[in-house]
């Protein structure tokens, strides 16, 4: 099939239109920069999000045939191998702001200790920034995005100045505060980006709870609400919807002059040219399209003399804990639905005695669906035994006092969990797809048995009763849909692809600026992190193109 | 490429992704075996939330509904087990609120080898009802039909007869909870949500003795 090329050459062609994409677009185009955004998908309607539409709603709709707006892509239509007795379950969302849509919006800043754990420990790389480094954007982040939290500040988690007022917790949450603090540990306000004030032109969050069917008043951060519309309106972003990124192209000097994409409805074979590649695919698209990007220069990938991309994947490990307190049963219902997820954040506490242990890193603890369940019974009401009225009435007593106890740990980078093309098929376009090849080692386990105690102690010491518990059980590797590291930065070349400002070392006009980037995965959400170094590296690209450098 | 093991793990564990797809669905629910966990997941799942009618209003109950995999007879069976299951107590039951038809659609796209077992164990209910009380489950007593279910919802000491009854039971008990409590009645009439959506303020928690 013949291959639809233009001669334009964009200044910045930037692949997806997520939190990295959008950051990256928003950031050029208020420099002055044209940019060319290639998006996977179209813009998702909200007039299909059903917020809104309760369970018995949304059967009386789909009875009718209709549907609610489909984030999640099929992974029958972009398929990846997991080697036997392996599992890797990957999330994507293929549109305009990309998972921003559906996120869980928890943004906490990594810490010093964070940037030089490697330094500390000897771990793998340390990253080639440090604290200093970025908080000036995660201050100038949090106040774009609008981030509501407390005023907590500490060596695990920073404090900020520009945090929007915290939602107040419910009472479980309350309770839980009270009996980690009999532990020694600091439950303190949780940070997400859901707007409590009025927020650049967003009102502010209605406290609905349905954020993850896509908010209907763009009241939480979404690059396709918050990012992109801003950079539209500078008139120097232009957006090619449905365009399947497969390779970035190099010219006979080893620098990258352009992407090779595929239309996702008609599936032919576009070429686009630019003087600078930014990929912002999310971390395993990326990774995918960079170790397909092989040329004379770059026969292992692009960027990829040192044989790092695609390796070092990092996956968070999580628990999953569910119980109700005795002391809420049988309280009345209250409207606990909130900013859509927990009120509190459980930060990380195993640095220092007397919690520490014989194992790298830590964990955090979020808290889902804490109290009354807004659709239905909770999940765990099936173990009550018996049936008839008496279930009945003992259902309703707990209805306000469940509560739910998510540890999320960091995962090391091990140079054998890692993403590879080649030997898994081809995709719908020919291109070659990836496999996946994860496992957690002995790091994680043990840090596992520490968050097992945890949730058990805090359990005991808040007057949880566990339910279907199952000591140790970790979820599905790849669930908490943070995804890091197989492109990482660092200071030495031989040991990173990424320079301190997201660009390659062996190709200085490509820069990658969303998850792949870490060095570590910390036990931290990753999209606060992301919009920073993502506005950090876009600062540096404008100054060489101004320069002339780029 | 994903083993059988993997399998079970992934359906007894809600993983983040999970729970995301399944945002405006009804409670979670596991149980012990594969089947028995395939069905709960399927129960859960938003898309299946279909083709069940509004709020159970008695409109909706009048309307003419054709089921999709089960019989009448079986439609009545099952309605008659969740009804036991949740009565009518000062509120509706699971009868009222067509917990029956949930569990139709919820059959319509369960997997083959699941929808049998399902199926296979109403049947059993039926043989059971007969052999103690000479009569379908149906035609039973409330009394007699209590008395089975009390055998079947026993946590152990099963009789070999009953045995083969108590995974279907589970199954049934997890749908019943997943059908009736995702509707209006089950949601706002029994269990108090008030169903505001918009909320100016979040007041939390103002209980003095919670407080740290």
Known sequence: MQVIKSPKVYPVIVIGSGAAGGMAAWNLT?????????????KFDRGKFWT?????????????????????????????????????????????????????RVSLRLSEMDFKAAASDGWEIPWPISYADISPYYDKVEQLIGVCGGDDDSETLPGSKFLQPAPAPRCAERLMQKGAKSLGIDIVAGRRANMTKPTRGSPPCHYCGGCGAGCDTASFFCSADHLIPFAVKTGKLEIRP????????????????????????????????????????????????????KSTAYPNGIGNSSDVIGRYLCEQIRLNAVGWMPALAGGP???????????????????????????????????????????????????????????????????????????????????????????????????????????????ERKMTEHMADTIEELAKASGVELVNYKRGALDRNGS??????????????????????????????????????????????????????????????????????? | MISNEDRVAASRAITRRTALRRVAAGAGITATTLWLNRLDLLA?????????????????????FTPKVLTRAQLESVATLAELIIPTTSTPGARAALVDRFVDNLMANAQPADKDRFLTGLAWIDTRSNALYSKPFTGATPEQQTELLTKLAADSGHAAEDAPGVPFFTAIKGMTIAGYYSTKIGLEQELGDDGQLFNPVFVGCTHPEHQI
Not at chain 1, 59 to 73: D, H, I, N, S
Not at chain 1, 495 to 510: C, E, G, I, T, Y
Not at chain 1, 521 to 547: F, G, V
């Open chain 1, 242 to 293: 449905n365009a399947v990124a497969a390779r970035v192209l190099v010219d006979d000097k080893g620098k990258a002059r352009g992407v090779q994409y595929f239309d996702r409805k008609t599936g032919a074979e576009h070429e686009v040219l630019g003087k600078v590649v930014i990929v912002a695919a999310s971390c395993v698209d990326s990774t995918r399209i960079l170790l397909n990007s």
């Open chain 1, 30 to 42: 208020q420099k002055g920069a044209q940019v060319l955004m290639l998006d996977a998908g179209d």
């Open chain 1, 480 to 550: 908490a849909i943070h995804e890091h590291g197989t492109c990482r930065m660092g200071e030495d070349p031989k040991r990173s692809a990424l320079n301190k400002f997201n660009q390659m070392h062996d190709v200085p006009n490509v820069f990658v600026v969303d998850g792949s980037s870490f060095a570590s995965a910390t036990e931290k959400n990753p999209t606060l992190t992301i919009l920073s170094l993502s506005w950090r590296a876009t600062d540096y690209l404008a100054d060489q193109m101004k320069q002339g450098v780029l």
């Open chain 2, 44 to 64: 859960q799942d938003p898309a299946m939330h279909t083709h069940v009618a509004a709020a159970a209003s008695a409109q909706a109950a009048a309307a003419p």
């Open chain 1, 333 to 443: 219902t209250r409207n606990d639905r909130g900013i859509g997820g927990e009120h509190i954040y459980l930060r990380r506490f195993n640095h220092k005695a007397p919690h520490k242990r014989d194992y790298l890193r830590g964990f955090g603890v979020q808290f889902w669906n804490t109290g009354a369940s807004d659709t239905g019974a909770h999940n765990g009401s099936e173990t009550i035994p018996g049936f008839g009225a008496a279930l009945k009435t003992e259902i309703k007593r707990r209805h306000p006092a469940w509560v739910e106890i998510h540890p999320f740990g960091e995962a090391l980078p091990y140079a054998n969990n890692r993403i590879t093309v080649g030997g898994a098929g081809e995709d719908r376009y020919g291109v070659p797809l990836m496999t996946i090849s994860y496992e957690v080692g002995e790091n």
């Open chain 1, 52 to 104: 809104h539409v309760r369970p018995w709603e949304a059967r009386e709709r789909r009875a009718k045939g209709e549907a609610p707006q489909q984030f999640f892509l099929d992974t029958k239509e972009q398929p990846y191998k997991v080697p036997e007795g392996k599992h890797f379950d990957l999330t994507r969302v293929w549109g305009l702001g990309g998972k921003t849509n559906v996120w869980g």
